[in-house]
């Protein structure tokens, strides 16, 4: 079983950064990918920057320019550097991996990680 365990949210003033990681555990498994979404009250979960082991990103539109998603294979670990920030940038960040732990394939989500932008 893949555990994900996030860290680096908290409180930052608009136009602060934060740097949110997320690091994969267990046996026998290998990533395809990792990623961050978030999520409040008021929106479903969405995407905000995903990364192959290979190294493609993609971001939200919300976020280009500003985050930057980078992964360290070796360590199975995932980074969001978030620069920049606005206070729509508040929410629970998740992150995900999807890979294989044969004979099955994973899709794992992390518990949460607040961040909270103040104006």
């Known amino acids: 079983q893949v555990q994900l365990v996030e860290s680096g949210g908290g409180l930052v003033q608009a136009g602060g950064s934060l740097r949110l990681s997320c690091a994969a555990s267990?046996?026998?498994?290998?990533?395809?990918?990792m990623g961050w979404y978030r999520q409040t009250p008021r929106k479903q979960r969405e995407l905000v920057a995903a990364?192959?082991?290979?190294?493609?990103?993609n971001y939200a539109d919300s976020v280009k320019g500003r985050f930057t998603i980078s992964i360290d294979n070796a360590k199975n670990t995932v980074y969001l550097q978030m620069n920049s920030l606005k206070p729509e940038d508040t929410a629970v960040y998740y992150c995900?991996?999807?890979?294989?732990?044969?004979?099955?394939?994973?899709?794992?989500w992390g518990q949460g990680t607040l961040v909270t932008v103040s104006s």
């Open positions: 267990g046996s026998g498994f290998s990533i395809n990918a």
């Open positions: 995900n991996a999807e890979g294989s732990n044969p004979p099955a394939t994973f899709d794992a």
């Open positions: 990364i192959t082991s290979g190294g493609i990103t």
